[in-house]
């Protein structure tokens, strides 16, 4: 039986992080499997982020719009949009939490890491690895400050640093902790990142503060969720006694981290489903955005001016 060919389709990237490997997107690795994505110029379909503004230069085509970060795609400037937000919008919008590409592939987060039988003395307390303290809630650096009252938590990041050093590789550095302080920037429902999902992969338990929504998609069991608790001080007594419990760390630790089965055939799934509905129709059928009426004037009057001295700022930091 004869294979059909894969249909080609014309693609260009904007607006992305500085470096981003864009072959390695995990949305780009499952579309490659169905389709023979080509670089071009003049692309039919424009994967835009939201660090720049480069997207304004791209007239005729679609725009697809991605993001990691806690913010919602403007679907007056975009045809698609692809985030963590719980939300429908026709067939406009696809939630791709932020976790998902930092794990390309999700079956480490169901199977590696997960230790059958860790040798606990070995483990050093719990670590803390962040860069970001001015634009981030202080609720984690608030914990972190009590949580060291307990014993000394290991700061490996440019915040709150406490070693000399900086961590060079995450995962190599946490899977040497029980623990790992695991709290957002911001309490977004459906922002979830990898300060959740690289310390289940590398075998230590997060103490997560984040996403209100979690359980929907993540085993609150197989971590401490600290929305559970009345205050810091309980959640921190519930700590102490897991650290002195070995054989609750081990039920806790060795809990599935899903509450879903096959969460990679459906994140999967999913993804095709949606650009199959684009890329699977004419170009004209499968535009979203309007050229005419009030949506014109508004794409027009944001479009300039360039960037403020201050988001360039921001930008330089990604």
Avoid at 89 to 114: A, K
Avoid at 288 to 296: D, I, L, S
């Amino acid at each position: 039986m004869k294979i059909r060919d894969k249909i080609t389709i014309k693609i260009a990237y904007c607006d992305f992080w500085a470096n981003c490997k864009f072959d390695e997107l995990h949305f780009t690795k499952i579309l490659n499997e169905k389709y023979n994505l080509v670089y071009s110029d003049e692309p039919d379909y424009l994967f835009c982020s939201c660090f720049g503004r480069e997207h304004f230069k791209y007239k005729d085509c679609i725009k697809i719009f991605y993001t990691g970060e806690n913010c919602v795609c403007d679907f007056n400037l975009y045809d698609y949009g692809l985030s963590s937000c719980y939300m429908t919008f026709t067939d406009r919008h696809l939630r791709f939490p932020q976790w998902i590409p930092y794990d390309l592939n999700l079956i480490s987060l169901m199977e590696y890491g997960r230790e059958k039988n860790p040798d606990l003395d070995k483990k050093k307390f719990c670590n803390f690895i962040y860069s970001n303290a001015h634009c981030a809630e202080q609720f984690r650096e608030v914990f972190f400050e009590k949580l060291s009252k307990y014993k000394k938590v290991d700061s490996g990041g440019s915040v709150l640093n406490n070693l000399g050093y900086k961590v060079q590789n995450k995962l190599d550095f946490i899977k040497d902790y029980k623990f790992t302080i695991a709290i957002e920037n911001s309490f977004v429902q459906g922002y979830i990142t990898e300060k959740l999902s690289d310390p289940l992969i590398a075998g230590s338990m997060p103490l997560y503060y984040g996403d209100p929504m979690v359980g929907e998609e993540f085993n609150t069991n197989s971590f401490v969720n600290l929305r559970d608790f009345k205050s810091i001080n309980e959640a921190i007594e519930y700590i102490v006694e897991l650290d002195k419990n070995d054989k609750l760390y081990l039920e806790k630790l060795q809990s599935p981290c899903f509450i879903h089965a096959n969460v990679e055939n459906y994140y999967r799934n999913k993804t095709i489903d949606f650009f199959s509905n684009i890329f699977d129709r004419e170009k004209e059928e499968a535009k979203r955005v309007t050229r005419f009426g009030w949506t014109k004037y508004y794409v027009d009057a944001i479009a300039p001016p360039p960037p403020s001295p201050w988001f360039k700022k921001i930008l330089k930091k990604y």
